[in-house]
């Protein structure tokens, strides 16, 4: 059965801090992995990661995929109060249809 | 561009009664996927569709649930009779089947049968 496991679960922080979330996957056939940010509503895509060792940057987030690893992190420096979110990772499968199968997410509550 | 549009936002009904939730996909999409979200399963692809068919619907849970998209541009999710543990916050989400295009989802139908 295809899974995709999410650490830490749930992660404080102090705003101006770095944090580290970790994904990992079991699955056939991947494709791609993708990182979700969810605020209070629906879940808006951060990053698409193909290619192993390249890394997708965007503003203070960054992320990279290790295929040989078979996980991804995304980084957040210089955490602000806005970052605080569930961080989703999903894995797409080829031959899936653009089908994803998600992690349980990580819950990340940034500090004044 | 509007975005991936579902209604109703909150639903509240009781035992028994039929559900009917609703999705506007984004236009020239042509992929269509319903999710269910709960603190215990997390993020749950209940059915795809690809050019208004149903590709996948392994994920839906019993036969009290029924999906339509009888035009690229709308798709039902119904639930008859509800069950208290059908509460949860339903997603629709859409993408284009060109390869490397992400879904996008819609902000939710919070569902509470009481």
């Known amino acids: 059965e295809d899974k995709v496991v999410q650490s830490p679960l749930s992660l404080v922080v102090h705003e101006g801090d770095t944090v580290t979330l970790n994904c990992s996957y079991e699955?056939?056939?991947?494709?791609?992995l993708l990182w979700y940010k969810q605020e209070k509503k629906a879940p808006t895509f951060l990053f698409m990661l193909?290619?192993?060792?390249i890394e997708k940057k965007s503003g203070r987030l960054s992320s990279i995929l290790d295929k040989k690893e078979l996980s991804s992190i995304l980084n957040i420096t210089a955490t602000q109060t806005g970052d605080s979110a569930i961080y989703l990772c999903?894995?797409?499968?080829?031959?899936?249809?653009?089908?994803?199968?998600f992690g349980t997410g990580t819950q990340l509550k940034v500090e004044l | 561009d509007a975005g991936v549009i579902q209604s109703p936002r909150h639903e509240v009904t009781e035992m028994g009664q039929e559900v009917t939730l609703r999705c506007k996909p984004i236009?020239?999409?042509?992929?269509l996927f319903w999710y269910r979200q709960t603190m215990m399963r997390g993020l749950e692809l209940l059915i795809y569709?690809?050019?208004?068919?149903?590709?996948?619907d392994s994920g839906m849970p019993e036969d009290r649930f029924s999906a339509k998209m009888p035009n690229a541009s709308f798709s039902t999710l119904k639930i008859q009779p509800s069950e208290p543990r059908d509460s949860a916050v339903y997603f629709c989400?859409?993408?284009?089947?060109?390869?490397?295009?992400?879904?996008?989802f819609g902000d939710g139908t919070r569902l509470s049968i009481l």
């Open positions: 989400a859409s993408s284009s089947d060109r390869i490397n295009q992400p879904q996008h």
């Open positions: 699955v056939t056939n991947f494709r791609s």
């Open positions: 193909t290619s192993s060792g």
């Open positions: 999903a894995v797409e499968l080829t031959g899936g249809g653009n089908k994803l199968t």
């Open positions: 236009s020239g999409h042509n992929s």
């Open positions: 569709f690809n050019n208004n068919v149903p590709i996948d």
